[in-house]
């Protein structure tokens, strides 16, 4: 009986360990210097860095415990605290191909950000590389959910051991599939989870937000589309993600008959995206003339998607649409017209629904006619401008704790007082207001605990207010309505 219950004790240690137990794993791969970066794309890096792979624990699409992995760049300098910028990779080609195996396109982007002295967290998804299964692609939950668990991971274990200081500001961004992803976890971070990470700003790219209209319209019309492939992935995802709602619609109700076979090859990882791609689109030119994915499927599912809000496939991929919410940090969407895979008409839509719906900090910036590949470099510099001054990397390494200073009233009109607490040493404190555009609009010194300050010259909106003593650094947000 004692062994017994000794043996059940034992399990739920074990069981309780497991679960709490977020970081796995923590793997060096690699040095790359500021002047690497500066060498391969011309820009004004800052920060020598060191990349680490990450596993973690995580749940899958069936709650159950997983291990997923992803890619940690932290600044090597360790007298600094710096800020965390979760990136989200775009569409991978197969499983086998991530982020922290270094073989993803987006490990370029993500060594930029870093080079600019963020700790970048930029994880793998479910279902590639270290996790199990089936990658569930443009899945928000669970972009969001193995992102979140990975954010977690680097932030309560791997900076402990690694010796690097978090300033607690946190960048959200991603490009195509990404910027789907860094929309959807920016959301869930605020509703769930601003107790965890306070998001500064996000700011995602050429993404799909609007799944079940925007991209239906563009992928599903009559004119030639070139990334068909795309398609058969999202359905092959969402049966994966929900088995109960689609367990009757089957991939041969979806796509006729000729292009179930090449499907299922990639079902089967015997082929990559790249090659199903190709495939489905030569058997639609031979087939059909032109490639025109809506032709790859049944008329009676194509009505149902495009007409009947209440098709299992139409409420699938509704469920996925991540633009139906109203950010509360900054939040800027950056698209380019010429795209040619991922609409533009998803920014526009996005920034018009948050408007409407009372978002104040939230805008879609247009970065040309570039298609969706010349998108990237324009958009990616327009946003490293955009954040550059809200880093708040401090040679000091503690940071002010929220009830540490206070400011009121907020929103605010003509003047805030702020109010700091006695022990801090105020010693040439200053005070900086940074508003939408990354500016710094206003400056002051600080000759006391307690000061009014006055906004004259300040515009409204919302705005940063950064505060640095000899103890720290610490920010808050305040509205100006003038």
Same mark, same amino acid.
């Given at each position: 009986?004692?062994?017994?219950?000794?043996?059940?004790?034992?399990?739920?240690?074990?069981?309780?360990?497991?679960?709490?137990?977020?970081?796995?794993?923590?793997?060096?791969?690699?040095?790359?210097?500021?002047?690497?970066?500066?060498?391969?794309?011309?820009?004004?890096?800052?920060?020598?860095?060191?990349?680490?792979?990450?596993?973690?624990?995580?749940?899958?699409?069936?709650?159950?415990?997983?291990?997923?992995?992803?890619?940690?760049?932290?600044?090597?300098?360790?007298?600094?605290?710096?800020?965390?910028?979760?990136?989200?990779?775009?569409?991978?080609?197969?499983?086998? +191909?991530?982020?922290?195996?270094?073989?993803?396109?987006?490990?370029?982007?993500?060594?930029?950000?870093?080079?600019?002295?963020?700790?970048?967290?930029?994880?793998?998804?479910?279902?590639?590389?270290?996790?199990?299964?089936?990658?569930?692609?443009?899945?928000?939950?669970?972009?969001?959910?193995?992102?979140?668990?990975?954010?977690?991971?680097?932030?309560?274990?791997?900076?402990?051991?690694?010796?690097?200081?978090?300033?607690?500001?946190?960048?959200?961004?991603?490009?195509?599939?990404?910027?789907?992803?860094?929309?959807?976890?920016?959301?869930?971070?605020q509703t769930d989870h601003a107790d965890e990470f306070d998001v500064v700003a996000g700011f995602p790219m050429?993404?799909?937000?609007?799944?079940?209209?925007?991209?239906?319209?563009?992928?599903?019309?009559?004119?030639?589309?070139?990334?068909?492939?795309?398609?058969?992935?999202?359905?092959?995802?969402?049966?994966?993600?929900?088995?109960?709602?689609?367990?009757?619609?089957?991939?041969?109700?979806?796509?006729?008959?000729?292009?179930?076979?090449?499907?299922?090859?990639?079902?089967?990882?015997?082929?990559?995206?790249?090659?199903?791609?190709?495939?489905?689109?030569?058997?639609?030119?031979?087939?059909?003339?032109?490639?025109?994915?809506?032709?790859?499927?049944?008329?009676?599912?194509?009505?149902?998607?495009?007409?009947?809000?209440?098709?299992?496939?139409?409420?699938?991929?509704?469920?996925?649409?991540?633009?139906?919410?109203?950010?509360?940090?900054?939040?800027?969407?950056?698209?380019?017209?010429?795209?040619?895979?991922?609409?533009?008409?998803?920014?526009?839509?996005?920034?018009?629904?948050?408007?409407?719906?009372?978002?104040?900090? +939230?805008?879609?910036?247009?970065?040309?006619?570039?298609?969706?590949?010349?998108?990237?470099?324009?958009?990616?510099? +327009?946003?490293?401008?955009?954040?550059?001054?809200?880093?708040?990397?401090?040679?000091?390494?503690?940071?002010?704790?929220?009830?540490?200073?206070?400011?009121?009233?907020?929103?605010?009109?003509?003047?805030?007082?702020?109010?700091?607490?006695?022990?801090?040493?105020?010693?040439?404190?200053?005070?900086?207001?940074?508003?939408?555009?990354?500016?710094?609009?206003?400056?002051?010194?600080?000759?006391?605990?307690?000061?009014?300050?006055?906004?004259?010259?300040?515009?409204?909106?919302?705005?940063?207010?950064?505060?640095?003593?000899?103890?720290?650094?610490?920010?808050?947000?305040?509205?100006?309505?003038?």
């Amino acid at each position: 009986m004692k062994n017994t219950l000794l043996s059940i004790l034992c399990l739920v240690f074990l069981i309780t360990s497991l679960n709490s137990q977020n970081l796995v794993t923590l793997e060096y791969l690699k040095d790359v210097t500021a002047q690497e970066v500066i060498d391969a794309n011309g820009i004004p890096a800052e920060y020598d860095m060191e990349f680490y792979r990450v596993e973690y624990t995580t749940k899958d699409l069936n709650e159950v415990q997983d291990t997923a992995s992803g890619l940690l760049i932290v600044p090597k300098d360790q007298d600094f605290a710096y800020p965390m910028l979760t990136y989200q990779h775009g569409t991978l080609p197969d499983r086998n +191909t991530g982020m922290s195996n270094l073989t993803a396109n987006d490990v370029d982007l993500a060594t930029i950000y870093g080079s600019f002295g963020f700790i970048v967290v930029a994880p793998d998804y479910l279902g590639v590389l270290s996790s199990r299964g089936f990658h569930p692609y443009v899945h928000a939950d669970s972009e969001s959910s193995a992102a979140l668990d990975m954010m977690r991971a680097v932030k309560n274990e791997a900076l402990g051991e690694l010796g690097i200081f978090f300033n607690e500001r946190t960048f959200i961004t991603g490009y195509s599939q990404g910027g789907h992803a860094a929309m959807a976890l920016h959301r869930d971070i605020q509703t769930d989870h601003a107790d965890e990470f306070d998001v500064v700003a996000g700011f995602p790219m050429s993404g799909p937000y609007s799944i079940s209209e925007k991209m239906i319209d563009f992928t599903l019309g009559d004119q030639e589309y070139f990334f068909v492939a795309y398609l058969p992935n999202v359905a092959l995802s969402y049966k994966a993600a929900y088995p109960q709602l689609l367990a009757d619609v089957e991939l041969e109700d979806i796509f006729k008959p000729e292009y179930i076979a090449d499907i299922n090859r990639f079902k089967n990882e015997e082929i990559d995206l790249i090659e199903l791609n190709n495939r489905l689109i030569d058997l639609l030119v031979e087939n059909e003339g032109m490639s025109v994915p809506a032709r790859m499927i049944h008329d009676s599912t194509l009505t149902n998607i495009k007409t009947n809000p209440s098709h299992p496939l139409s409420m699938a991929l509704a469920d996925n649409d991540v633009y139906d919410w109203v950010p509360e940090s900054f939040m800027v969407m950056y698209y380019c017209t010429g795209d040619d895979q991922v609409t533009f008409e998803n920014a526009i839509l996005a920034e018009s629904e948050m408007l409407s719906k009372g978002a104040l900090f +939230t805008s879609a910036v247009d970065q040309g006619d570039e298609d969706h590949g010349g998108c990237v470099i324009p958009a990616v510099s +327009t946003a490293l401008e955009f954040i550059f001054i809200m880093r708040g990397i401090s040679s000091n390494t503690e940071l002010l704790d929220n009830t540490q200073f206070s400011i009121s009233p907020n929103p605010a009109h003509s003047y805030i007082q702020l109010s700091l607490d006695n022990e801090l040493d105020m010693d040439n404190a200053q005070l900086r207001f940074i508003d939408i555009s990354g500016k710094i609009v206003k400056t002051e010194k600080l000759q006391s605990h307690s000061t009014k300050v006055d906004l004259t010259g300040l515009n409204s909106g919302l705005h940063l207010v950064e505060i640095e003593t000899k103890n720290g650094i610490g920010i808050k947000r305040i509205i100006v309505n003038k």
